[in-house]
């Protein structure tokens, strides 16, 4: 970056503390040195190791300080998460969030969060970074982990953020969670991991139970158990559901199957802690934390009036989205080696050839990660003795089908544009951005190939040699608004 992210003093690039949360900062041009030490020295002694741009590698975080916020903060912030940062912060000094939409957009093109620096209360406003920085680091760190990356497998960023929503909502709090998504996509993984990262001390088992098994006339078994004698065949008493997780976790999965008559009831036992067993007149005590699952969309159900809203407000009080499988398509080599690791366990985890790769990440997955789990299930059944798993392992139901005749000019539109187009909506990109993007790049390419003469790459592009100046013009103007260092 610029001469100006050097922090002006360099006591502060010292040997990191045991613990510490080592930063980059970086400082957009527009602020002088002295603000600039000053703001260095107040985070270094609320506990902050920091460094320049140059040390990003070996920091946890970047943090963007600019006088106000702007286009340069917005390309600050997609250069550092182009370079690898796993968070980025945003501080202005001393002037209120009035930026509005913008402030929006920083959010959702992938700053964790936007922070004002009170000049006046330099102290607070370096502890509040501090704070937000530690938490970040925990987070991450245990979405990072082997235990948890070993369970929920991908590296994608909607997988990524995905992981860290999991680990907030089962350590940072204790409210009940609802786990959305399509069919397949692992909410009773998710549902577990929350159960397990849960710090409750004296925390009991995870109880599963599928609504869409639930027998409607014996609903109320299931849930509350029941005495003997209560109906026939209740030869002996039994527990439901609500007392074998009292003291640990009730994970429902497809909540939307419940009738509304039994609703009605969780609901009053999610508010209460109390139930009775059917054919008891004794109530009984339960403490349990709440983890629902659904692929319905339940806003909608509410609407519909099949899902009470009172019940929902009370399930959602954080709300967890998991990804479909064709939105984290750069995930399927690794869940594709960790099934076939998980069906050979006593046997070398063959590598998948090239070409074989290439069909799992072009295929669709309606079933999502179950249906790749079955189809790495027909690839092992077939695949046999040392070596890679080859082409011919595949079924024969799945391999490509080939053109008869020659590929259309058009063939450039496929499924590699398409799947960077995918790349681009899963972090929100807006429609102009992505054109602009594939523009910017088609004109790099279209100089290159022609060895920078404009007017070879203007015949290249079919445009004329003015419209490909007024082009450039205009994309640095864009990417340079503001000196972003």
Same mark, same amino acid.
């Given at each position: 970056?610029?001469?100006?992210?050097?922090?002006?003093?360099?006591?502060?690039?010292?040997?990191?503390?045991?613990?510490?949360?080592?930063?980059?900062?970086?400082?957009?041009?527009?602020?002088?040195?002295?603000?600039?030490?000053?703001?260095?020295?107040?985070?270094?002694?609320?506990?902050?190791?920091?460094?320049?741009?140059?040390?990003?590698?070996?920091?946890?975080a970047r943090v963007v300080v600019a006088d106000s916020l702007g286009d340069a903060v917005l390309c600050a912030v997609r250069e550092a998460l182009g370079r690898g940062a796993s968070r980025v912060m945003v501080v202005t000094l001393g002037r209120p969030l009035d930026a509005g939409r913008l402030?929006?957009?920083?959010?959702?093109?992938?700053?964790?969060?936007?922070?004002?620096?009170?000049?006046?209360?330099?102290?607070?406003?370096?502890?509040?970074?501090?704070?937000?920085?530690?938490?970040?680091?925990?987070?991450?760190?245990?979405?990072?982990?082997?235990?948890?990356?070993?369970?929920?497998?991908?590296?994608?960023?909607?997988?990524?953020?995905?992981?860290?929503?999991?680990?907030e909502a089962a350590r940072l709090a204790d409210t009940p969670v609802l786990i959305t998504g399509e069919s397949g996509t692992g909410k009773e993984l998710a549902a577990g991991l929350i159960h397990d990262l849960d710090p409750r001390p004296d925390k009991r088992g995870l109880v599963v139970l599928?609504?869409?098994?639930?027998?409607? @006339?014996?609903?109320?078994?299931?849930?509350?158990?029941?005495?003997?004698?209560?109906?026939?065949?209740?030869? @002996?008493?039994?527990?439901?559901?609500?007392?074998?997780?009292?003291?640990?976790?009730?994970?429902?999965?497809?909540?939307?199957?419940?009738?509304?008559?039994?609703?009605?009831?969780?609901?009053?036992?999610?508010?209460?802690?109390?139930?009775?067993?059917?054919?008891?007149g004794l109530w009984r005590r339960t403490r349990f934390r709440l983890v629902c699952a659904t692929n319905r969309d339940l806003c909608e159900e509410v609407e519909k009036g099949r899902f009470r809203h009172d019940l929902y407000h009370r399930i959602a009080a954080w709300t967890v989205r998991l990804?479909?499988?064709?939105?984290?398509?750069?995930?399927?080599?690794?869940?594709?080696?960790?099934?076939?690791?998980?069906?050979?366990?006593?046997?070398?985890?063959?590598?998948?050839?090239?070409?074989?790769?290439?069909?799992?990440?072009?295929?669709?997955?309606?079933?999502?990660?179950?249906?790749?789990?079955?189809?790495?299930?027909?690839?092992?059944?077939?695949? @046999?003795?040392?070596?890679?798993?080859?082409?011919?392992?595949?079924?024969?139901?799945?391999?490509?089908?080939?053109?008869?005749?020659?590929?259309?000019?058009?063939?450039?539109?496929?499924?590699?544009?398409?799947?960077?187009?995918?790349?681009?909506?899963?972090?929100?990109?807006?429609?102009?951005?992505?054109?602009?993007?594939?523009?910017?790049?088609?004109?790099?390419?279209?100089?290159?190939?022609?060895?920078?003469?404009?007017?070879?790459?203007?015949?290249?592009?079919?445009? @004329?040699?003015?419209?490909?100046?007024?082009?450039?013009?205009?994309?640095?103007?864009?990417?340079?608004?503001?000196?972003?260092?």
């Amino acid at each position: 970056m610029d001469e100006h992210s050097n922090l002006g003093d360099a006591k502060l690039r010292g040997p990191r503390p045991a613990g510490a949360v080592c930063v980059a900062l970086h400082f957009l041009s527009g602020i002088d040195n002295a603000t600039r030490a000053e703001v260095s020295r107040d985070l270094a002694a609320a506990g902050v190791c920091v460094g320049g741009d140059g040390d990003s590698r070996d920091c946890f975080a970047r943090v963007v300080v600019a006088d106000s916020l702007g286009d340069a903060v917005l390309c600050a912030v997609r250069e550092a998460l182009g370079r690898g940062a796993s968070r980025v912060m945003v501080v202005t000094l001393g002037r209120p969030l009035d930026a509005g939409r913008l402030a929006w957009r920083l959010l959702r093109d992938g700053a964790s969060d936007i922070v004002v620096w009170d000049v006046e209360h330099a102290d607070m406003s370096s502890a509040a970074i501090a704070a937000r920085l530690c938490r970040w680091q925990e987070v991450d760190g245990l979405a990072n982990s082997s235990d948890v990356r070993g369970r929920l497998v991908g590296r994608s960023p909607a997988w990524t953020r995905v992981l860290g929503e999991l680990v907030e909502a089962a350590r940072l709090a204790d409210t009940p969670v609802l786990i959305t998504g399509e069919s397949g996509t692992g909410k009773e993984l998710a549902a577990g991991l929350i159960h397990d990262l849960d710090p409750r001390p004296d925390k009991r088992g995870l109880v599963v139970l599928d609504c869409t098994t639930i027998v409607p @006339t014996l609903s109320g078994s299931e849930f509350f158990g029941h005495e003997r004698g209560a109906f026939t065949d209740a030869v @002996t008493a039994r527990d439901g559901a609500f007392a074998e997780a009292d003291g640990g976790t009730l994970f429902l999965d497809e909540l939307a199957e419940l009738p509304l008559g039994l609703q009605a009831e969780l609901l009053r036992v999610i508010q209460e802690g109390m139930y009775k067993r059917v054919g008891s007149g004794l109530w009984r005590r339960t403490r349990f934390r709440l983890v629902c699952a659904t692929n319905r969309d339940l806003c909608e159900e509410v609407e519909k009036g099949r899902f009470r809203h009172d019940l929902y407000h009370r399930i959602a009080a954080w709300t967890v989205r998991l990804p479909s499988l064709r939105d984290r398509r750069d995930d399927i080599p690794l869940l594709a080696e960790h099934l076939l690791r998980a069906l050979r366990p006593d046997l070398e985890t063959p590598q998948f050839d090239p070409a074989v790769l290439d069909v799992l990440e072009r295929r669709e997955y309606p079933g999502n990660v179950r249906e790749l789990r079955q189809l790495v299930a027909r690839i092992a059944a077939r695949h @046999t003795g040392p070596g890679p798993i080859t082409a011919g392992d595949l079924p024969a139901d799945e391999r490509p089908q080939l053109e008869a005749e020659d590929p259309s000019e058009d063939e450039w539109r496929g499924v590699d544009l398409e799947r960077s187009v995918r790349r681009a909506l899963a972090r929100n990109a807006a429609l102009h951005e992505i054109g602009r993007a594939a523009e910017e790049i088609a004109i790099r390419l279209a100089l290159e190939e022609a060895g920078g003469n404009l007017r070879r790459a203007s015949t290249r592009l079919k445009i @004329t040699d003015r419209a490909l100046q007024m082009r450039r013009a205009a994309a640095r103007k864009q990417n340079g608004m503001g000196d972003s260092g």
